[in-house]
């Protein structure tokens, strides 16, 4: 029987929706879309002018650690530049999209020059414990001995890495160098010990070597508080990725609130970081620092590998290392031909930036790459390619600031190559702010001024930021900072010569001999070598009386006696101090004056002495800290001095 019309329309349309589904229902089906990401890009890198490989190199004990090497293309018989770091090996070699190996690398730790114009296969390994690497994190992890009871160290990842390197990239040529600054520059040290006969050549530019005599953790047992944030993001996490915060646009505001640095510390939850708990646990310079010391640990080790020890004049960070180091190995050096030394009027790093100017200081020429052209380039050459020829490379090659040359020397302290002598000559501290090379003979026993703890000197003009490399108040040139800020400060002791009439040379360390009381307990003192500039300079005006630092440093005196055995100061009693500023090359020219500073305090890179004697100052309370009257002598018989290395030419 048929329906009619109508309704066989109504059972078709009923029909159809019967079979169609609803838009609910449709949701309910369809869970996701297909995902348009696939499960591992592989890029094609076409047109790269170099292949990048990323592997998990296994150590002896098993860790595994994360390495980026560089290959460029059509590499045969190539030599490996390798540098370790704590630094983050992924951006170290990812410094921007590019195709080109020289944009990637563009950033701290790669010295462009060298790598891309010598051709090099280029490695950057994240030490364990840090970014993609595994196994535990320890700061500068000691060798294998007291400090260390486990079967690894720096030295065993070396020689391990180099291992893997040699028999596993077929472009390579079997050899390899090691390089790096800071931390970096601390590892081709380690890499020293027991070295893999394929690594070649070593070059640590400003290495961290002894943290409690004058590298980043002390400097004559003064804590360097500023690097606290340093030491929270370092160790706080293995990738750096808790971050110090600030409270105060004036660094100097904040750790004064703070208190102690100890107590600062504390308000940032340091005691959870194992680092700070062995700081807090080792304010002297006891076996735990000087088992750790890279000078020392060194010095009792035969020379197999030569390298070259690279130092900046004016270092922020590391200004004792590469010195110490260099004065502990080149004795060895019988034949000359395995301990090299090279010095550039650079901060912390500079040897890789422009190092044509070191804050307002112009030099006239690029600096560091006349030291990656001439020096560094060639030494890694010589070494470390096939049928190389001769490097030419000085023993010792340092710049000379003042006359801003560059000059090529058979070892180090050395004024000339020949015809000369240094000679320790004293600069005496005089009354009414004098300077002399002649010896006191006034019967005005002494100057004094007041050391406030409630108002430190600071070691830069206010507001102090801690701020980076490349901001407009950069904490790498602090050195060069012009020093009238606190000349005029009535806590601030200056003393300065007549204007001179010939070129005054100094090549090494000047040596503090101060003769000083304090009416306290303890006393800091902080001394600066500073060439006072003309009062007028036409060709740059800014620099007209400026007060250029040359050297400065800071001394604790509870460890007058005894860097490990600290004790108490006799309250107002005259005493002798001694303790060397770091190396100098400079030459204080005709119309220029010599001026030193004394301070007892250096606020907030250094942490505050309570100037009471307590037995750690990371502990101390506020009652502690005390107003005392400094005094400084200058009498015959009881005079303060700088021994100047003088040049002398015969």
Not at 90 to 113: E, K, M, V
Not at 283 to 311: C, E, N
Not at 441 to 461: C, G, L, Q
Request: glycine share 6%; proline share 8%; with cysteine.
């Amino acid at each position: 029987m048929s329906l009619p019309v109508t309704y066989a329309r109504v059972a078709l349309v009923v029909g159809l929706l019967t079979l169609a589904p609803t838009a609910s229902v449709l949701r309910a089906q369809v869970t996701s879309l297909p995902s348009e990401t696939p499960k591992k890009l592989t890029p094609t890198y076409a047109g790269f002018d170099h292949e990048r490989r990323e592997v998990m190199i296994p150590m002896r004990d098993g860790v595994k650690l994360h390495t980026v090497i560089l290959v460029p293309k059509g590499a045969s018989r190539t030599p490996m530049l390798l540098t370790r770091t704590p630094y983050n090996a992924t951006a170290l070699t990812s410094y921007a999209p590019s195709a080109h190996l020289g944009t990637i690398l563009d950033g701290y730790d790669n010295a462009l020059d060298v790598i891309i114009g010598g051709g090099y296969i280029r490695v950057i390994q994240d030490i364990r414990g840090k970014y993609g690497s595994e196994g535990d994190y320890v700061m500068n992890r000691p060798l294998i001995g007291p400090q260390n009871p486990t079967t690894v160290d720096h030295s065993t990842d070396t020689y391990d890495t180099v291992d893997w390197l040699v028999k596993n990239i077929p472009e390579s040529n079997g050899k390899v160098g090691i390089l790096g600054i800071s931390y970096d520059g601390f590892l081709p040290l380690m890499a020293l010990v027991n070295p893999h006969p394929a690594l070649k050549v070593s070059v640590p530019m400003n290495p961290m070597v002894d943290g409690w005599m004058g590298d980043d953790w002390f400097h004559n047992g003064a804590f360097r508080q500023y690097n606290l944030s340093y030491i929270y993001e370092q160790v706080g996490t293995r990738d750096n990725s808790e971050r110090w915060w600030s409270t105060n646009f004036d660094e100097y505001d904040a750790f004064m609130r703070a208190g102690s640095a100890g107590d600062l510390a504390k308000q940032r939850g340091m005691e959870q970081i194992g680092f700070w708990q062995k700081i807090l646990a080792h304010t002297s310079y006891d076996k735990f620092w000087q088992d750790q010391a890279m000078d020392k640990v060194l010095g009792a080790r035969p020379l197999t590998i030569p390298t070259l020890l690279v130092h900046s004049l004016w270092d922020a960070e590391d200004s004792y290392g590469a010195i110490a180091v260099y004065k502990a190995l080149k004795p060895k050096d019988i034949n000359n031909d395995k301990i090299f030394l090279a010095m550039g009027p650079w901060h912390h790093g500079g040897e890789i930036a422009d190092g044509s100017f070191l804050g307002k200081i112009q030099w006239g020429s690029n600096t560091s790459k006349t030291f990656q052209k001439e020096v560094l380039l060639p030494f890694l050459d010589h070494y470390l390619k096939d049928n190389a020829p001769p490097a030419n490379v000085a023993s010792v090659t340092a710049y000379e600031s003042g006359t801003n040359t560059w000059r090529r020397l058979n070892s180090w302290p050395s004024g000339c190559t020949s015809g000369c002598v240094i000679k320790p000559t004293p600069l005496y501290l005089h009354e009414n702010a004098k300077l002399s090379f002649a010896a006191p003979t006034s019967d005005a026993p002494f100057d004094e001024y007041i050391s406030d703890p409630s108002k430190p000197v600071p070691f830069r003009a206010r507001p102090t930021r801690s701020s980076g490399y490349e901001s407009p108040d950069r904490w790498a040139d602090w050195l060069a900072d012009d020093q009238r800020e606190m000349s005029g400060r009535t806590d601030v002791l200056t003393y300065t010569t007549d204007v001179l009439t010939a070129p005054v040379k100094i090549s090494g360390q000047a040596v503090v001999n101060l003769v000083a009381s304090t009416s306290g307990t303890d006393a800091d003192w902080v001394v600066k070598l500073i060439d006072v500039y003309p009062d007028e300079v036409p060709v740059q005006p800014a620099l007209g009386g400026y007060q250029f630092a040359i050297a400065m440093d800071i001394f604790r005196g509870r460890y007058r006696e005894s860097f490990e055995t600290p004790k108490p100061i006799t309250s107002n009693a005259a005493l002798p101090y001694h303790f060397a500023l770091p190396t100098s090359n400079h030459v204080f020219l005709p119309g220029h004056r010599i001026m030193v500073q004394v301070q007892s305090s250096w606020f907030p890179l250094y942490d505050r002495n309570p100037q009471t004697f307590v037995p750690n100052i990371f502990f101390a309370k506020a009652a502690d800290y005390q107003k005392a009257t400094q005094r400084l002598y200058h009498a015959p018989g009881r005079a303060s001095s700088i021994e100047l290395p003088m040049v002398i030419v015969q």
